[in-house]
């Protein structure tokens, strides 16, 4: 009877010291959320090497951008140039022109001007002694005359000279063609989040 109750007694130590170890070893073990600091270390790894590549990224976009954006506005000032040429070639010929005409045309101005300002002098000095409305209107008549003939003689002396140069028609606007776009920006990487044992 004795020995049994030591067995009995035995069995039940036993079972109470294997529970105990169970509830240590469980209460050791990390729950299933929580980062091995192995698991952060490799995690943070990570993060720095996707940084590298999207400051890396970010670098590229940025100096394929500007390359892109110089070549596009070297296109369109060459194409801009080549378009507009023939065009600013027959504007300097029309200005060389025009200006070798204007200088044939000034002596002709000058004297009709001359003889519209001697006959309007004419007038005031007729008007300044005419006492009746025959005596002022001789002095209207005159002035008429003289006008008409300075312009008549104008006409003449200009049209001898040759007829004035035309001025060449501007071509119409180009359309300036679409500017590159800057590239999207990638997605910046992010860090890991710190937990438990690797929040030092």
Do not use: C, H
Request: proline fraction near 8%; charged fraction near 15%.
């Amino acid at each position: 009877m004795r020995t049994k109750k030591f067995i009995s007694v035995g069995l039940l130590a036993a079972g109470l010291a294997l529970s105990s170890m169970g509830a240590v070893s469980a209460d050791s073990t990390p729950p299933p959320n929580a980062k091995s600091p192995t698991a952060y270390a490799a995690q943070l790894a990570a993060y720095k090497l996707a940084l590298i590549e999207y400051r890396v990224t970010i670098a590229v976009n940025a100096i394929n951008y500007r390359i892109a954006l110089e070549k596009y506005q070297a296109d369109w000032q060459a194409t801009l140039t080549k378009y507009e040429a023939p065009y600013k070639t027959a504007l300097a010929q029309y200005q060389t022109l025009q200006t070798a005409y204007l200088a044939k045309l000034a002596p002709i101005a000058a004297i009709r001007k001359s003889a519209l300002d001697k006959a309007d002098a004419d007038f005031l000095a007729a008007i300044a002694k005419a006492t009746t409305t025959a005596q002022k209107n001789l002095a209207l008549s005159a002035r008429a005359t003289a006008m008409t003939t300075a312009n008549s003689a104008y006409k003449a002396a200009a049209a001898a000279i040759g007829a004035a140069p035309v001025k060449p028609v501007k071509p119409a606007e180009l359309t300036k063609p679409a500017a590159p776009v800057k590239q999207a920006s990638p997605v910046q990487p992010t860090p890991p989040a710190k937990t438990g044992a690797n929040k030092k």
